[in-house]
C-alpha cells in the first residue's frame, strides 16, 4: 500500500498527496452531510403540511358536525 490511498500505511504526509486526499475526502464529507441536513428539512417540512392538511380536514369535518369519534390520526370511528 505504498500509494498513499491507505492513510495509515506511514507513507511521508510531507508530499502533499495525502493532504490533497485527506482535503477532498473532509469536503464531500462536508457537502453529505449537509445534503442530509436539508433533505431532513425538507422531510420536516412536508411533515407540518401534511399535519396542517390533517387539521384544516379536521377542521372541515367538525364543521359539517362529523366531529364525534376523530382522534388525530384522522380515523374515523363509526
Known amino acids: 500500500p505504498s500509494d498513499g490511498s ?3 500505511d506511514g ?7 495525502e493532504d490533497e486526499e ?3 475526502r473532509r469536503e464531500s464529507e462536508q457537502k453529505e452531510s449537509q445534503r442530509q441536513s436539508e433533505i431532513e428539512q425538507e422531510m420536516q417540512r412536508r411533515m407540518s ?3 396542517d ?3 384544516q380536514q379536521r377542521k372541515k369535518s367538525i364543521a ?5 369519534n376523530w382522534d388525530y390520526d384522522e380515523v374515523p370511528v363509526w
Open 6 to 8: 491507505d492513510p495509515s
Open 11 to 17: 507513507s511521508d504526509p510531507s508530499d502533499g498527496s
Open 22 to 24: 485527506e482535503r477532498r
Open 49 to 51: 403540511d401534511s399535519n
Open 53 to 55: 392538511q390533517r387539521q
Open 64 to 68: 359539517q358536525g362529523e366531529d364525534w
